[in-house]
């Protein structure tokens, strides 16, 4: 009987967490949701200016010590590095995109090469037995041109949906 109890009673703690952990999960949704509803435009103003009144008023970097220093570099000194650093990541950035778009252009120009070779000796049995473009057919025909036609102008004015479409677009 004792040991009946005590399971009755785990049994009953362990839904009482549940209960409770529910209870904060849902807590914690509704403590987001309204945190968020509350930063309107007009309060993220005022607390930016507040903070960056008692910014100035505290001056932080000076009690760091040696920001501002006579032996320390200056704070302006400091956002120049940044700056530089933030040139230099971005210089390298862009130049390994330049590498990796030549080796896919190289990449793609050795499979048109190898395209072509291939064309060349589908076309070339057949044109030393006499049957030449005949036989080769529809393989062989140029692409179509007009996949590359402009657009014909506009004639009226264009519906709603094209309108959007077209702003949208820019």
């Known amino acids: ?11 009953r703690a362990e839904r009482r967490v549940e209960t ?3 209870r904060a999960k849902t ?5 987001g949701t309204t945190w968020r509803e ?12 507040v903070g960056g009144l008692l910014v100035g008023r505290a001056r932080p970097l000076d009690k760091l010590g040696g ?3 006579p032996g320390g570099l200056p704070l302006a000194r400091w956002v ?3 700056t530089s650093l933030s040139g230099l990541v971005t210089a390298l950035r862009a130049r390994h ?21 291939t064309v060349e000796q589908a076309a070339g049995p057949e044109a030393a037995m006499g049957q030449g473009e005949a036989a080769a057919g529809p393989a062989l025909r140029p692409a179509s041109d007009a996949r590359r036609r402009p657009e014909p102008p ?3 004015e264009p519906r709603a949906a094209e309108a959007a479409t077209e702003l949208s677009e820019r």
């Open 27 to 31: 807590n914690w949704r509704v403590l």
């Open 20 to 22: 409770r952990l529910l």
């Open 38 to 49: 509350a930063w309107t435009p007009g309060r993220i103003l005022v607390v930016g200016l």
């Open 97 to 117: 995109a330049a590498e990796s778009a030549q080796a896919a252009a190289d990449d793609a120009g050795a499979v048109a090469e190898e395209a072509a070779d």
């Open 80 to 82: 120049q590095l940044a």
């Open 67 to 69: 920001l501002d220093a």
């Open 154 to 156: 506009w004639v009226g």
């Open 1 to 11: 009987m004792r040991f009946e109890q005590l399971r009755e009673e785990v049994a």
